[in-house]
Structure formats: C-alpha cells, structure tokens
C-alpha cells in the first residue's frame, strides 16, 4: 500500500519507546512499534506509517548523526509523506530540532516530540504528546512552518524552545516569545507566526569539530589551550559563551589570537540565558570591541547551543568570513 499523503513516524530514541522489564527492572528501548501505535485512534493509526530509525538514548547523538537523520526525512518526504514526526528524547531535542529547521526547505510540518516519563510510569505523557503531534502533522495549520517541538498541550519554534528544568513534566519554554500554537481539544490552534533563517543545502553536512567554552571566573585558560589546533588536533570552529555583553578573560586573548591565526572561526555569545552580545565602548583587553578588532564572529543572540550548531552547519555549507557572519546573525 502506497504512503502517499500519511505521516511517517519516525522513532529516533528517548522515553517514548523506552519499557520496563520486569526481570532487570530496568527500562530498555524495547516498546514495539505496535504498542505505540496503540495508544492513536484507528482514524490516526491509518494514516500513519513507521521508519524505525533509530532507539538510541538523545545523548548518544552527534551533529553528523542527526544529519543522518535529516536525510531519512527528507527522503520520506520525497517518497510522498505529507508530514513528520519524531520521536526522540528530552536531552537533546532542542538541538536536533533547531539542526532540522536550519536544513527543512520542504512545506511537510516535521513535529519533535519527547516522553518526560514512559508510557508505563505514573503520570506519563507519552500517549498525549505522540497524539497531539500527530494531530499537528496532520492539520494545514502548521504547513509550511518548518520544525515544531510539541510537549506540554503547545508547539514551539525549533529556534525558540529551551530546557529549563529537568525533573517537572512542564520544563521546556520559549523565553519572552511563548509557544507558536497550543491545542483546544483536538484543533491545532496557532498563536502566532515567527521568522525563519535562511534554509541550507542538505547535502552539505554539518562541520564535525565545533566546541563551546564557557567563560568562568578565573578558569578556561587551560581548555582554551587545548583547544588551539596542531599537527594532532583538529578544530573547525569554536563558539565563546562570554561574559555579559562578550567580555573574557585578558588571557583568552593570546589563545583567541592564535585561533584566527589558523582561520579557525571564533564566535562570541553572551553567556546570558537570555543575552545579546554588546559592543559597548570599552576598550579593555578581553572586552568585545578588542575581540571584534582581532577578528572573532558576533553572535549577536544565538544562544551558545544554538551558536555552534549554526557555526557548523554555515561552514558544512562552505561560508566563511563575511558570509559566514552574515549568517550568523540572520532571523
């Protein structure tokens, strides 16, 4: 029977496909397929069809890896699905749904979704989460809106949701922005609209070695060092989570120097969970408008998680330089 027009479902990980088994009393990624599927009305259920990709916990993945991914939906897409959804887990899916978006170019809605407990603990949100993304895939509400994360009743921008607690099942948001849409019932109704970046080529993959380093009182100096290339190390790029506006420590500043020297691209954030970078008239050493003068890359408000992954994927598509900020600081 021909998939055209359904919605695959893509299981890439995480608590939704995880079980327990009785035995160990150890919760295994062992959930069948069928079993999930379980949990849809049948009205759902036909107009699904399963890629069993992947049951790897989030933290296990890699930039490349999600690549991988991203070229498993695309060709869903090019076989005739009519949206996506994907099962992953809460760790990590933040990343791989902003990664997504920074390569979706078709219309066909892709939904993340995440279980902050399995299907068979007290108080799972499994079975909802899988069903409203479902329902979100299916509505023409969400066409052509890129990447959306559902969890907690709401769907949020691939390039707005964060994490900010671990241990409650209402943990991710969208700080100052709010989800993008919520559900009554089950209609999709959406709140808002909001900009996308510029869409990159697929076929280019991500740059492998990009690192973030956090500015700390006093500490850094060490790692930085480490981190500066040779004949044994290799580095494609480095994301700075500065202080403040982007002010580090005067002895970052050799290592930073050292880096442009190679070509190696140096972004610089703001270490803020809600900061903007801020070339304020200081003239310090370490200060942004010295680091601006040596050649680092202004992040502008990426957040340091969102800085590297752009950072890799602009140079996976082969930007450097003006281009590669250009982009950096696109919407």
């Not at 160990?24 to 107009?47: C, F, G, H, N, Y």
């Not at 993304?133 to 890129?146: D, K, P, Q, T, Y």
Request: glycine residues 8%; proline residues 6%.
């Amino acid at each position: 029977m021909s998939n055209r027009g359904k919605i695959a479902l893509v299981i890439a990980g995480g608590q939704m496909c995880m079980r327990r088994n009785p035995q160990t009393d150890i919760r295994q990624p062992t959930l069948p397929v069928e079993e999930m599927l379980s949990w849809l009305p049948e009205a759902q259920r036909e107009k699904l069809f399963v890629v069993d990709w992947s049951r790897q916990p989030s933290s296990h993945y890699t930039l490349r890896m999600t690549g991988d991914l991203i070229q498993v939906l695309s060709k869903s897409v090019v076989d005739g699905a009519g949206g996506l959804v994907v099962t992953c887990g809460t760790d990590t899916i933040e990343e791989m749904a902003y990664l997504t978006d920074l390569y979706w170019a078709y219309p066909q809605p892709v939904i993340f979704t995440a279980a902050h407990r399995p299907f068979d603990s007290i108080g799972s949100d499994a079975p909802l989460n899988l069903y409203q993304s479902v329902l979100a895939a299916l509505s023409g509400e969400c066409w052509g809106m890129g990447v959306l994360v559902c969890l907690q009743d709401q769907l949020f921008a691939a390039a707005e949701i964060t994490e900010t607690a671990n241990q409650r099942r209402c943990s991710f948001l969208s700080p100052d922005r709010g989800p993008l849409g919520q559900f009554i019932g089950d209609r999709v109704d959406i709140l808002r609209q909001y900009r996308r970046t510029r869409v990159l080529d697929e076929s280019s993959p991500p740059a492998r070695d990009v690192e973030v380093l956090y500015a700390s009182l006093g500490g850094g100096d060490r790692i930085l060092e480490l981190l500066v290339p040779d004949e044994k190390r290799q580095l494609d790029g480095l994301v700075i989570a500065a202080f403040g506006g982007g002010n580090v420590p005067p002895s970052w500043v050799p290592y930073i120097k050292k880096l442009c020297k190679e070509e190696v691209p140096v972004v610089i954030v703001s270490r803020c969970q809600k900061g903007h970078t801020l070339a304020a008239p200081n003239n310090f050493e370490g200060s942004m408008n010295r680091l601006l003068e040596i050649c680092v890359l202004d992040g502008g408000p990426l957040t340091p998680m969102q800085a590297r992954i752009k950072l890799a994927a602009g140079l996976g598509a082969g930007l450097r330089k003006t281009a590669l900020q250009t982009y950096l600081l696109e919407d």
